[in-house]
């Protein structure tokens, strides 16, 4: 069926033809075997829509959604942050309250839950006013270490109120890092403690660092795992995310590429021999994206609409839209280069500010879109005033902003100094936007580079962190995009077409639950 090029935000219903031919009444209708069912208890501080301030946020969103589909009985716990919007507090229904002892001296804290469901997850949020009635779920470590002491022990308290004994539990980043602890002291002589416990690490940069004293506290944990082997770390402080590392069963990052690298000095955040010690429990896993959510063919965000066989013709109108909407040049001979990120050091961002200059030669457009170190803002605010109608800094996160980016620009930038996984360069390549990447973390794993010898590969890279790498990366991409553009276009199909989706990753994991929880 042939597709119409120019829909303008006009949505056309898709008619389903169904089968009306009669069915025999001796065909049997034969159910596909998905394995054997496992209950996981996910156990995080963001998931989208709720709240999401990351791709931690997405993350604790897709996965759960995917292994519901593979036969797995899962719930996603979560705080009851204020700033979830209304429309989903309203229907979240009440399941219990009870108090909870929660410091080294015993104090009680409320513990209510509220749930949600939808897409075949239950989501219950832990509902405490005095922890959660913040605008923000993160504010600063004062306030955020006795938060997360309190949630990762209220979300097993809630589990054993429930009666809801999962085989696994999931937890992710520092926020969550107490659970395991938990899990075996606390909790070890109730159902929930019979739980194996994964640890997903979505960025080492975060670790849970303060105060012993105070962490000891509010944890109320015993004495006994506050040893420079477990919690410790520069003798007065404990880390909280490194004692998960020493208590769960088995560690996960979001990419191969960054559980190595994690064990190096480089990288290693301070943990790096820690995390070489326990190296025999540490699995990469890629992240995927939620191709219902990021899909060009039915975003109604998009002027048009395309898929892989429509995208050389549909991005054209997409990219005169975005060029129109953020006041550059229309021209559909320009190359357009998007960068959607926070504006921090990790992203590469002094790399960027080093090439711009060099890469503003008049057949190039630049669209910057993101919030973050005031240094870099104002940076690309100049360079809007010095390219005007080449150069649009815009200093913020819209999200309907992103889809336009996505679609209409021909490449984007992720030239970050490290990367766990990146979400960035997957939505790049379902939109069609061939990704510039450094080699790092996800980023490797995910993007192949192109060569020019046999026309493959899906993007453009460079591996050591350096300014001219950069440049000379953009350049390579500039030179097919001019003169090469059916290799250009080969290489657009070819991402769109390339499988970003959670589906893949979310059978390692279930692969994994199944070896934790082996049963006869």
């Known amino acids: 069926m042939s597709r119409k090029k120019n829909r303008k935000k006009n949505f056309i219903k898709q008619i389903a033809v169904v089968d009306k031919t009669p069915v025999k009444q001796e065909e049997q209708i034969v159910q596909m075997d998905l394995g054997p069912r496992r209950s996981v208890a996910f156990i995080g501080s963001e998931c989208y829509p709720f709240v999401k301030t990351g791709g931690l946020g997405d993350v604790m969103s897709a996965l759960p959604k995917t292994l519901a589909k593979l036969n797995l009985d899962v719930k996603v716990i979560l705080p009851r942050y204020k700033c979830i919007p209304q429309k989903f507090q309203e229907k979240m229904e009440y399941r219990g309250s009870f108090y909870m002892d929660l410091c080294s001296d015993g104090k009680q804290y409320y513990v209510g839950i509220m749930e949600y469901q939808k897409d075949g997850v239950v989501y219950d949020f832990i509902d405490n006013d005095e922890f959660f009635s913040w605008g923000n779920p993160y504010t600063n470590l004062i306030d955020d270490i006795p938060k997360f002491c309190y949630f990762a022990k209220a979300s097993l308290a809630a589990l054993n109120y429930l009666d809801w004994t999962p085989d696994i539990v999931h937890c992710h980043d520092w926020q969550a890092a107490l659970v395991p602890l938990y899990l075996r002291t606390c909790f070890q002589n109730t159902n929930v403690g019979r739980a194996s416990a994964v640890l997903t690490i979505h960025n080492l940069r975060f670790q849970g660092i303060y105060d012993r004293k105070m962490i000891q506290y509010w944890s109320g944990l015993p004495d006994y795992v506050f040893n420079k082997d477990c919690m410790i770390q520069n003798w007065l402080d404990a880390n909280m995310l490194k004692g998960g590392i020493a208590y769960c069963n088995k560690i996960t990052t979001v990419s191969n590429t960054y559980a190595g690298e994690i064990q190096t000095e480089e990288y290693g955040e301070g943990l790096a021999e820690h995390l070489r010690y326990h190296n025999n429990k540490i699995r990469g896993i890629v992240n995927g994206i939620d191709t219902d959510n990021w899909n060009p063919a039915t975003d109604k965000l998009l002027t048009a609409n395309y898929d892989a066989e429509s995208a050389v013709e549909n991005k054209k109108i997409n990219k005169k839209a975005l060029q129109e909407s953020l006041g550059l040049e229309v021209d559909d001979h320009k190359m357009v280069i998007g960068l959607i990120s926070r504006l921090t050091n990790q992203k590469g961002l002094d790399l960027v500010n080093a090439v711009i200059p060099g890469i503003m030669d008049g057949n190039t457009q630049v669209v910057v879109l993101g919030t973050g ?74 993007v192949s580079p192109y060569n020019m010898y046999d026309n493959t590969g899906n993007g453009f890279t460079f591996d050591r962190y350096e300014s001219g790498l950069l440049y000379d990366a953009i350049n390579r991409a500039k030179t097919l995009y001019f003169e090469s553009r059916k290799y250009w276009d080969d290489m657009v199909i070819r991402d769109m077409n390339k499988d970003v989706s959670w589906e893949k990753s979310a059978k390692q994991y279930k692969d994994l639950y199944v070896e934790l929880t082996p049963r006869n």
């Open 373 to 446: 170190d005031a240094w870099y803002e104002n940076t690309f605010r100049y360079y809007e005033y010095k390219y005007k109608g080449s150069f649009c800094a815009y200093i913020d996160y819209n999200e309907n902003v992103a889809h336009g980016i996505y679609s209409g620009c021909d490449t984007i930038l992720v030239p970050s100094r490290f990367e766990p996984c990146g979400l960035t360069q997957l939505i790049a390549m379902r939109y069609g936007a061939i990704p510039i990447v450094r080699e790092t973390g996800g980023l490797k794993d995910t």
